[in-house]
């Protein structure tokens, strides 16, 4: 039986879709990270890192969005979530590093500034810093997904849940944005998420809104 570890609304969205997409039996396991649940001593033994996701497999513990993404569509084939094309894999993956790398970066710059500075004069600049960054990385988003319908085009594939996670975030208090009015492209993508069955599922269980 796999086990996802997730914490609600955090970037753990992206697979716990992707599991539902796929429609494998898998045991959902919340962590409350508000409450430091991801730095329990049972929970580092699993994860040193103290961050979800975690995908168990068995006895196979992987982390990363970056991993855990393919694995998922590679382990469940079926529904072709890691197209068989190179070049359509390419730009899959061309995605979901640039995503993790570079996307997911610049808003721990907003979110969690602490982890860039120590002065609080700095942590101020970091913020700002990180929100000019966020709105310019935002529109590349925007941008290169274009009409789509999906990330990499025509096809469907893991690349999209993790999209959605960063238009919920940029929705969300830490950035404030406006994503219908200044981010067109990706919101009529996140509003395509929102239609799918395993998309409102996953939404549902862990408390989030539709994209409007
Ligand atoms: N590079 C990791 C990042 C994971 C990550 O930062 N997860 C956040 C939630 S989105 C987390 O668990 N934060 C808890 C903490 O920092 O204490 C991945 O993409 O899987």
Known sequence: MLKLYYSPGACSLAPHVALEEVGAPYEAVKVALAKGEQRTPEYLAMNPKGRVPVLKDGDFVLTENAAILPYIAQRFSGPGLWPSYAKEAARCAEWIG????????????????????????AIEDVIAKGKESCRDIWGQVDKKLGEGPWAIGERYSVADPYLLVFWTWGRGPT??????????????????????????????????????
């Open 175 to 212: 950035l404030g944005f406006d994503m219908a009015r200044d981010f067109p492209s990706w919101t009529a993508h996140a509003r395509r998420m929102g239609e799918r069955p395993a998309v409102k599922r996953t939404l549902e269980r862990e408390g989030l809104e539709l994209p409007a």
């Open 98 to 121: 640039w995503i993790a790398s570079t996307v997911h970066i610049a808003y721990a710059h907003v979110r969690r500034p602490e982890r860039y500075a120590n002065d609080p004069k």
